[in-house]
């Protein structure tokens, strides 16, 4: 019977500690239309989940959808961003994977790689955030041939700017 008061215990400790940390939801406009969800680790640390669809997708038939997930480290190097005023400018950068799909129509072709992240961003005092940041990948794809992989470099683009709603 202890034994599952404690793990009952240490559940709800767990779900308080991650509902507890600062999260953030909104859209990226760039290459392509995308979503994003932030939820930090602490002051200094963040997971970074983005799903896009690529700008061309929405003028022509050809629906594609791709999507990342980095570990951000926020204000590396211990070098914050020294003009803070009402609100706070943070800085991060991180690793981590990308995947998707070229086109709906033909599933085949499709990509997976590692992807990166750097950007800036201002933090206001009430609960918005405005970014601008990179989100390069690169990784193996199928894309030219069905028959033969190849590796892709064709997400080492992509500027965005991105408008997120803190909670």
């Known amino acids: 019977m202890k034994k599952y008061l404690l793990i009952a215990v240490m559940a709800i400790a767990g779900v308080v500690y991650a509902a507890a940390q600062p999260r953030a939801i909104g859209a990226n406009l760039g290459g392509g239309l995308g979503f994003s969800y932030e939820h ?12 896009s669809l690529p700008l061309a997708g929405l003028f022509d038939k050809h ?12 204000d590396p190097f211990n070098a914050p ?8 400018w943070h800085w991060y950068m991180g690793v981590g994977g990308a995947g998707g ?18 950007g800036i961003e201002y933090d206001f005092w009430f609960p918005l955030q405005l970014s601008v940041d990179w989100r390069p990948s690169f990784g193996v794809s199928n894309w030219h041939d069905n028959d033969k992989l190849g590796f892709d ?7 965005s700017l991105g408008v997120r709603y803190k909670f």
């Open 63 to 74: 629906y594609g959808l791709g999507a990342s997930i980095t570990y951000d480290w926020i």
């Open 153 to 159: 470099l064709r997400g080492l683009y992509g500027i």
């Open 40 to 51: 930090g680790f602490g002051e200094k640390n963040m997971l970074d989940v983005a799903v």
């Open 81 to 88: 961003v020294p003009w803070n005023e009402k609100g706070e």
């Open 101 to 118: 799909v070229y086109n709906f129509a033909d599933p085949t072709h499709w990509f997976v790689g590692a992807a990166g992240h750097i």
